[in-house]
């Protein structure tokens, strides 16, 4: 039988689904506007930029971006068109990497600074420093959840 949420439970989700909606539309409308980048071409482009060699085997990629790997292979396509990555699968055995170009890499570093902004005005700057680090601890437990569980349903 079907436990149903309690008006706390009720109030922390209904929370949590505005923020699901709305901080991804404010991103990616501000990005697109300024630089040109989805919230997720951005994140790749980021989660690239951060790696030695800025490069990543597409499935540890897809796997830090949230994104299946059909998702991530379409965007990569879309970055490769502009310029800014490329595949590499000389590593043999070890599968097919992306691989961010220097025009690429100066579009992340172009992008980050409008980004960074986006981040402190739509969430970062209206918490003081101890709710900040609360919402670290429950974004990191909440994630960390959502692992297990989603690697528990594929089993």
Not at 85 to 104: C, I, K, N, Q
Not at 109 to 115: F, I, S
């Amino acid at each position: 039988m079907t436990q149903w949420l309690d008006p706390v439970e009720q109030r922390a989700w209904q929370a949590i689904v505005a923020l699901m909606t709305r901080i991804p539309g404010a991103l990616d409308t501000r990005l697109q506007r300024e630089s040109g980048l989805t919230h997720f071409e951005f994140r790749v482009l980021s989660l690239l930029s951060e790696e030695a060699g800025h490069r990543m085997q597409l499935s540890d990629l897809a796997h830090k971006a949230n994104a299946s790997l059909s998702r991530l292979s379409h965007v990569v396509s879309k970055l490769e068109r502009l310029g800014w990555a490329h595949r590499d699968s000389t590593a043999g055995r070890r599968g097919v990497h992306a691989v961010l170009t220097d025009e690429g890499f100066e579009k992340v570093l172009a992008a980050t600074p409008g980004y960074v902004d986006a981040v402190r005005k739509l969430v970062l700057d209206g918490l003081d420093p101890d709710q900040i680090a609360r919402l670290a601890d429950l974004g990191e437990t909440l994630s960390a959840r959502l692992t297990r569980v989603l690697a528990e349903d594929c089993d």
